[in-house]
């Protein structure tokens, strides 16, 4: 954990390893949800971790005027 903080100190791009326990603990991992509570019917109740990243969709800002008249002018869609 020292030479990864000295690196990012350095603005290095690095990273390490983490035990299973560590990611359990881990403030980020938590803050984000990423492990799941998943039922199984052997097992029961486990914590089982998510996907890497999550896709939302692009925010679409609304149309003014001039956007309105160029569409027009394509005979796109308003």
Do not use: C
């Not at 791009?13 to 881990?26: F, V």
Request: net charge positive; aromatic share 8%.
């Amino acid at each position: 954990m020292d030479v990864y903080q000295a690196a990012q100190a350095k603005r290095v791009a690095s990273g390490y390893l983490m035990t299973p326990e560590e990611m359990i603990n881990s403030p980020q991992l938590q803050a984000r949800n990423y492990f799941q509570i998943v039922e199984h019917s052997s097992t029961g109740p486990t914590l089982y971790p998510g996907a890497p990243w999550r896709l939302s969709l692009p925010r679409r800002r609304p149309l003014d005027q001039h956007s309105r008249d160029q569409w027009r002018g394509v005979g796109g869609p308003l």
